[in-house]
C-alpha cells in the first residue's frame, strides 16, 4: 500500500512565500512522474505543474515565473516551491504520482493522490 502526504499549507499574505512538501512511502519500486494539481472552491481540478523522474519539468501558465516543482528521489518526495503568491491561488493542492508497487505478482503502476493541503493567499 502507497501513502502520499503534503504538508506546507498555511495561511499567507500576497506576495509571500510557501513550500509544499509531498513524501510518498510504501512499498514502492519505483517513482514514475509526480504532479501538483489545486482545487479553488467551485473550479475542477487543474494541473500546476509536473516534473519527471529526471526532474524534468512544466508549468501551468498561470504559475509559470513563479513556482518551481523539484523532487528528491532519495527521499521520495517532491516538492512546490511557491512564490510572489496571488490570492488567485487560493485552492486545495494536491500530490500525484504515478508509482511502480511490489505487488504478490509482480510489479503494477498505479495512481496515487495526497490527501491535500490548504493554501490560502489573502491579506
Known sequence: QVQLVESGG????????????CAASGNIFEI????WYRQAPGKQRELVAAITSSSSANYADSVKGRFTCS????????YLQMNTLKPEDT??????AQI??????GIFQGD?????TQVTVSS
Not at 10 to 21: I, T
Not at 71 to 78: E, I, M
Open 91 to 96: 485552492a486545495v493542492y494536491y500530490c500525484n
Open 32 to 35: 514514475n512522474a509526480m504532479a
Open 10 to 21: 498555511a495561511l499567507v499574505q500576497p506576495g509571500g512565500s510557501l513550500r509544499l512538501s
Open 112 to 116: 496515487y493522490w495526497g490527501q491535500g
Open 100 to 105: 511502480l508497487t511490489y505487488q504478490a505478482r
Open 71 to 78: 523532487r528528491d528521489n532519495g527521499k521520495n518526495t517532491v
